[in-house]
């Protein structure tokens, strides 16, 4: 890092390549990932403006792939990216903040960061004004979109007392109202006035990168075959399958669903045959980038489904992949995916169904994630019991493998759960098309 932040120059033709091909569209392979990560953070210590450009491209990419790319604290990321890039160009942030497509915390993080220019004697005041002025009378963001919280907070960075009126109006339309408490407007017009009062007591609102430390991200070593794919290949991966849903393929919380059903089931089901399940997208591609890109995605759903099975068959719990958030509908996908898994084989399932603890345990948790039909698709669960099932999803898998191969489990003296009623005539809620009568119904019954 240190070496190319020394000779920015040298890596920053290929760095925005990756950032230029990305911003087009094109999802970056893991080398040119890691390029991109650690180039661009180079080029941030070595304050190379060409790459300003291809940086603010990327930030109009959908807000799951900037997170992606760039952390989750993407308004701290992206703020000290635009100090240590910027390259005069004010107009050009002023665009892709005014973009109501673009990942709110981003716009807040280029907000913050044109008023830290500005502090710094980077940026012409008068039009970055103009950009918080025409943000305020243009409004491109919801009322409850943190960006607000990055102009409020560069109003009170530069001091801009005779604006304390705007943001107070603002509120009262109703800006921030579940995230801006009484006392928090208070300290923040207080803040405001000592601001104009001495600027120099002020901490400017981040500073720009100036160490690899100041990178949070580090890269995991890649893995072979025969590994299961580490933490960045699975991220990657799902950045590929998710970016593809629209084209009909899995996500990788519905696959890996499926994958640790086959994985804890009675038979082997060979790769072909779930790979051909979660890449339904039409085309040799399958909706890929290309066919580098679908030769990755296989071997690592091939890989992490062959690490799940190796894991459970050892008595090691798999860490269910399921996005996070507080969705009453949290896991409904990953349920749906290992019903699926189950429906992929249900003469092998079949003997559970006599056994009708073990069914309690096993596969009636899976029904209950999944949306209640007779509420419209909303959950029949309480928030603490969705959690709760979410939290035994790893020994449930643990214990379905226990089962087959013969073994106890204290999950099997648990307390049966009951299932909510789906019709027996009524579509399978593992999405196979069947009914649930000849799905997982036969297994559930």
């Given at each position: 890092?240190?070496?190319?932040?020394a000779?920015p120059a040298d890596v920053a033709?290929?760095?925005?390549?990756?950032a230029t091909?990305?911003a087009?569209?094109?999802?970056?392979?893991?080398?040119?990932?890691?390029?991109?990560?650690?180039g661009?953070?180079?080029l941030a210590?070595?304050?190379e403006?060409?790459?300003?450009?291809?940086?603010?491209a990327?930030?109009?990419?959908?807000?799951?792939?900037v997170?992606?790319?760039?952390?989750?604290?993407?308004?701290?990321?992206?703020?000290?990216?635009?100090?240590?890039?910027?390259?005069?160009?004010?107009?050009?942030?002023?665009?892709?903040?005014?973009d109501?497509?673009?990942a709110?915390?981003?716009s807040?993080g280029?907000?913050?960061?044109?008023?830290?220019?500005?502090?710094?004697g980077?940026?012409d005041r008068a039009?970055?004004l103009?950009?918080?002025?025409?943000?305020?009378?243009?409004?491109?963001v919801?009322?409850?979109?943190?960006?607000?919280?990055g102009?409020?907070?560069?109003?009170?960075?530069?001091?801009?007392?005779?604006w304390?009126?705007?943001?107070?109006?603002?509120?009262?339309?109703?800006?921030?109202s579940?995230?801006?408490?009484?006392?928090?407007?208070?300290?923040w017009?207080?803040?405001?006035r000592?601001?104009?009062?001495?600027?120099d007591e002020?901490a400017t609102?981040?500073?720009?990168?100036?160490?690899?430390?100041?990178?949070?991200?580090?890269a995991?070593?890649?893995?072979?075959?025969?590994?299961?794919p580490?933490?960045?290949?699975l991220?990657?991966?799902?950045?590929?399958?998710?970016?593809t849903?629209?084209?009909?393929?899995l996500c990788?919380?519905?696959?890996?669903?499926?994958l640790?059903?086959?994985?804890?089931?009675?038979?082997?089901?060979?790769?072909?045959?779930?790979?051909?399940?979660?890449?339904?997208?039409e085309?040799?591609?399958?909706?890929?980038?290309?066919?580098?890109?679908?030769?990755?995605v296989?071997?690592?759903?091939?890989?992490?489904?062959?690490?799940t099975?190796?894991n459970?068959?050892s008595?090691?719990?798999?860490?269910?992949?399921i996005?996070?958030?507080?969705?009453?509908?949290?896991?409904?996908?990953?349920?749906r995916?290992y019903?699926?898994?189950?429906?992929?084989?249900?003469a092998?399932w079949?003997p559970?169904?006599?056994?009708?603890?073990?069914?309690?345990?096993l596969?009636?948790?899976m029904i209950?994630?999944m949306?209640d039909?007779r509420?419209g698709?909303?959950?029949?669960l309480?928030?603490?019991?969705?959690?709760?099932?979410?939290?035994?999803l790893?020994?449930?898998a643990l214990a379905?493998?226990?089962?087959?191969?013969?073994?106890?489990?204290?999950l099997?003296?648990a307390?049966?759960?009951?299932?909510?009623?789906?019709?027996r005539?009524?579509?399978c809620?593992c999405?196979?098309?069947?009914?649930?009568k000849?799905?997982?119904?036969?297994v559930?019954?």
């Amino acid at each position: 890092m240190h070496a190319a932040a020394a000779n920015p120059a040298d890596v920053a033709p290929a760095v925005i390549a990756a950032a230029t091909a990305m911003a087009a569209g094109r999802l970056p392979l893991p080398p040119e990932e890691r390029l991109l990560r650690f180039g661009l953070h180079a080029l941030a210590m070595g304050r190379e403006p060409s790459a300003c450009p291809a940086f603010l491209a990327l930030l109009r990419r959908p807000v799951l792939e900037v997170e992606w790319l760039f952390g989750e604290d993407l308004e701290r990321a992206v703020s000290r990216l635009l100090l240590s890039l910027f390259d005069g160009d004010v107009d050009a942030v002023s665009a892709v903040v005014a973009d109501a497509e673009v990942a709110e915390d981003a716009s807040s993080g280029l907000i913050l960061g044109l008023a830290g220019l500005v502090r710094a004697g980077r940026a012409d005041r008068a039009k970055v004004l103009e950009v918080l002025d025409r943000f305020d009378r243009e409004a491109p963001v919801a009322a409850d979109s943190v960006a607000w919280i990055g102009w409020q907070e560069a109003v009170l960075h530069l001091g801009l007392v005779d604006w304390i009126d705007r943001v107070q109006r603002g509120w009262a339309a109703g800006r921030l109202s579940d995230d801006f408490r009484d006392v928090d407007r208070q300290d923040w017009i207080e803040r405001t006035r000592k601001a104009a009062e001495n600027p120099d007591e002020v901490a400017t609102p981040l500073a720009p990168i100036d160490d690899p430390q100041d990178v949070e991200w580090s890269a995991d070593r890649p893995t072979g075959p025969g590994e299961a794919p580490s933490g960045d290949e699975l991220a990657w991966l799902d950045a590929a399958l998710l970016r593809t849903v629209p084209a009909k393929n899995l996500c990788l919380e519905e696959a890996d669903g499926l994958l640790t059903a086959l994985a804890a089931g009675p038979v082997r089901v060979p790769a072909s045959e779930y790979i051909a399940e979660i890449l339904l997208a039409e085309g040799e591609t399958a909706a890929l980038d290309s066919a580098e890109h679908k030769a990755l995605v296989v071997d690592l759903l091939t890989r992490h489904h062959d690490a799940t099975e190796r894991n459970l068959a050892s008595g090691k719990a798999p860490r269910p992949w399921i996005y996070g958030g507080v969705s009453d509908l949290r896991g409904v996908l990953w349920a749906r995916g290992y019903l699926h898994g189950i429906a992929l084989r249900p003469a092998e399932w079949e003997p559970l169904k006599h056994e009708r603890q073990r069914t309690s345990a096993l596969i009636a948790p899976m029904i209950m994630l999944m949306p209640d039909s007779r509420q419209g698709g909303a959950s029949a669960l309480t928030p603490d019991r969705r959690a709760t099932l979410l939290g035994a999803l790893p020994e449930i898998a643990l214990a379905t493998k226990a089962h087959w191969q013969g073994r106890w489990h204290p999950l099997f003296n648990a307390a049966a759960q009951r299932a909510p009623k789906v019709g027996r005539n009524d579509p399978c809620p593992c999405g196979s098309g069947k009914k649930y009568k000849r799905c997982c119904g036969a297994v559930a019954a």
